[in-house]
Antibody, heavy 120, light 107 residues
């Protein structure tokens, strides 16, 4: 059974860097075809894809946010870390990590999400 | 960037109704189209991938169709648990963009 869980701060100040961790189980991110993505959702708004990291360490980013995002994986600890620099109140959202392996960018299992508020 | 546009944005229907939600891509995406269901306070759930393949465990009243730029999600007979927000998403290009969502409400 695949599970994912996001963790990180609930409140960050403007201009700070956000670091979120996705801890997963039930699969290995070193196995061919596996990937984990990050998606966010501002309150009352639509989903927005942010980043994806593959089993071979290939990475993809939303072009509009690419310069602010970093994604890394730790296969031994079963974790993926997303960092987003220069946080702004418009980045207030629930951040989800999700599993992808059937087709790149198809997210079949999601974490519960973690709400991040950006405010001074 | 590939833009995904859903219609309608909101929809009121009754239990037992047949409902169709449409999704249009700004360019051809073949059948690289997924549908998700999201209930308030919960993470999205994958319903259909590759335009028409039902994810394991999803009831057969859900179906998807389309290719190229125009796609539909159909619920053949609405059940109380189907009232939720539905999103389409393309995975043709790595932008993996989502539609704006369709809020399905009880009439």
């Amino acid at each position: 059974q695949i599970t994912l869980k996001e963790s990180g701060p609930t409140l960050v100040k403007p201009t700070q860097t956000l670091t979120l961790t996705c801890t997963f189980s039930g699969f290995s991110l070193s196995s061919s075809g596996e990937a984990i993505g990050w998606i966010r959702q501002p309150p009352g708004k639509a989903l927005e894809w942010l980043a994806l990291i593959y089993w071979n360490d290939d990475k993809r980013f939303s072009p509009s946010l690419q310069r602010r995002l970093t994604i890394t994986k730790d296969t031994s600890d079963n974790q993926v870390v997303l960092t987003m620099t220069n946080m702004d109140p418009v980045d207030t959202a629930t951040y989800y990590c999700a599993h992808s392996n059937m087709s790149p960018g198809t997210f079949d299992i999601w974490g519960q999400g973690t709400m991040v508020t950006v405010s001074s | 960037d590939i833009q995904m546009t859903q219609s309608p944005s909101s929809l009121s229907a009754s239990v037992g109704d047949r409902v169709t939600i449409t999704c249009r891509a700004s360019q051809s995406i073949n059948t690289y189209l997924n549908w998700y269901q999201q209930k308030p306070g919960k993470a999205p759930k994958l319903l259909i991938y590759a335009a028409f393949i039902l994810q394991s465990g999803v009831p057969s009243r859900f179906s998807g169709s389309g290719s190229g730029t125009d796609f539909t999600l159909t619920i053949s007979s609405l059940q109380p648990e189907d009232f939720a927000t539905y999103y389409c998403q393309q995975n043709y290009s790595f932008m993996y963009s989502f539609g704006q969502g369709t809020n399905l409400e009880i009439k």
